[in-house]
């Protein structure tokens, strides 16, 4: 296999995962083009792209969904590769076989490992056959509801239904009962349908207590799978993850030598090419596949950080056919990281999206302590995409300094315009649940079922809310978030 250079990648893509893409190009000498839709213009990524080409209107299935528009914006900027980044086109086969076939090279694994591992059934046939240890399911052809819950009650309740040809939560219901499961499994076939194009599901035993653990993988273009160890992400919302690690606090080195060597199978079984993640259930000392993500995650930093790789780098010398991760290379794992995903939410409202304009905006930088944001003072959050603005990601020498630096991090965050999930995730790092790392997936509901309750405010913050409400309407000064509490770094803008 020959092999390329690019001089020109196109980025099938918005937000932070953009602009992190276009740092990696810009190191690698490659000039960037951003395919963007019309509500995207007023970004940092479109700011920072060498080019920018526009693919449709803010409904991302007219733009960033639409196969054809995609790789005609790519062709006619010159571009020789697309890279998907992750969610929208990052995990849909046909159109990485699209790209083949117009002569531009997809960032990722080929259309056929698509198939067999984002397909979350076919994956599960494959493990099965692999002999790797899945949960018990049914992830049969048969679709009718009745049948469906016909299999649901043989599996026993409490069950989990799944969108077969997606992640991220989407179509993801729990079935405690027989007298809910109708409505649960149309509401998730609609749902399915709705975000993956497919309104298959399967179902899965519903574990009480179990631990979300994934392995980041590479294949490059030799063919030999290797594992990067673990990232643990028990803390979830609704099936979605807010917080992740790296490595596990839960994993005995026996363990994660097992896990390591499950997900190097499955997916040199299905000739995987590029980055991809194993996820597993883990409970009771017993792991279970749960399913594979063919993409960069958006968790992807804290893997960087102590493993000391550029996974994205890595992806674009994949797609170059150069071997990455040579034989003799042994990486080990050094300290710990921790990402928080900060969203453009109100928490004293339980996460209602929270758009607008953002004002000015701090982020403390400072020795490991990592920022990926897709937005700059003045960037307006609208109502179109995910409220995800940013990730902040520190690494320190142990997972207990990781997480003291995590909060002091989170304190001295200033972001104004917009109200965020900050003051949730403190609650959430200072819970001594996590402070211990027993939390498993079930954390949210048990401990933050709901909204955040407000905090009283000091003289100090009083007074600035009063100050802010003498300013005159029509300048860009509105809600802020920030840091505060018990904080030794304490600053004035929080939740005014």
Not at 38 to 63: F, I, L, N, W
Not at 204 to 225: N, P, S
Not at 231 to 257: F, G, N, W, Y
Not at 304 to 314: P, R, S, T
Request: charged share 25%; glycine share 10%.
């Amino acid at each position: 296999m020959s092999q390329t250079r690019f001089t020109r990648v196109a980025i099938a893509n918005r937000g932070e995962v953009a602009v992190r893409i276009i740092r990696a190009l810009d190191e690698m000498g490659i000039e960037s083009v951003l395919l963007h839709s019309e509500a995207d213009v007023r970004t940092r990524a479109y700011r920072m792209a060498t080019h920018k080409v526009c693919v449709g209107p803010a409904a991302t299935a007219q733009s960033y969904l639409n196969i054809e528009a995609n790789i005609a914006a790519a062709k006619g900027a010159g571009a020789q590769a697309i890279h998907p980044g992750f969610g929208f086109l990052s995990e849909n086969a046909d159109f990485a076989e699209a790209c083949d076939k117009a002569g531009v090279v997809f960032v990722g694994p080929p259309a056929a490992a698509i198939r067999k591992l984002g397909d979350k059934v076919q994956c599960k046939e494959l493990a099965q056959k692999l002999g790797l240890p899945l949960v018990p399911g049914y992830q049969g052809k048969d679709q009718s509801i009745d049948n469906l819950i016909g299999e649901a009650e043989r599996i026993g309740f409490p069950v989990i239904v799944k969108a077969a040809a997606g992640g991220g939560g989407r179509g993801m219901k729990v079935l405690r009962s027989r007298e809910e499961a109708r409505e649960l499994i149309e509401s998730a076939q609609r749902e399915a349908q709705s975000a993956f194009g497919s309104p298959i599901v399967f179902l899965e035993k519903y574990l009480e207590r179990a631990k979300h653990i994934e392995f980041q993988v590479f294949a490059d273009c030799t063919g030999r799978a290797v594992h990067l160890n673990e990232r643990e992400c028990s803390v979830q919302r609704r099936h979605q993850k807010i917080i992740e690690e790296a490595m596990s606090p839960s994993l005995t080195l026996d363990l994660r030598q097992k896990m390591g060597e499950a997900a190097c199978l499955i997916v040199e079984a299905a000739n995987y090419r590029g980055a991809g993640t194993v996820e597993f259930l883990f409970q009771d000392g017993q792991f279970y596949l749960l399913e594979v993500n063919t993409r960069l995650q958006v968790e992807h930093p804290v893997t960087e950080l102590v493993m000391g790789v550029d996974l994205v780098k890595a992806q674009i010398r994949t797609a170059e056919n150069e071997a990455v991760f040579p034989e003799h290379q042994v990486r080990a794992p050094r300290g710990h990281s921790i990402e928080c995903r900060i969203y453009a939410e109100d928490p004293e409202l339980g996460g209602v999206p929270s758009t607008g304009r953002i004002g000015h905006v701090h982020w403390p930088e400072g020795p490991g302590r990592r920022f990926d944001y897709g937005f700059d003072p003045n960037d307006e959050v609208t109502p179109f995409y995910d409220s995800m603005i940013a990730k902040v990601i520190v690494w320190d020498e142990t997972r207990q300094r990781a997480i003291q630096k995590m909060l002091r991090v989170l304190d001295e965050s200033v972001i104004f315009g917009v109200k965020t999930n900050i003051p949730l995730l403190k609650k959430i790092i200072n819970h001594p649940e996590f402070v211990a790392g027993t939390m498993t997936t079930r954390f949210m509901d048990q401990h933050f079922p709901g909204p955040v309750k407000r905090e009283k405010k000091t003289g100090e913050e009083q007074w600035i809310k009063e100050a802010l409400r003498k300013i005159p309407k029509g300048l860009s000064v509105a809600t802020s978030t920030g840091g505060g509490g018990s904080s030794p770094f304490h600053t004035p803008w929080r939740g005014i």
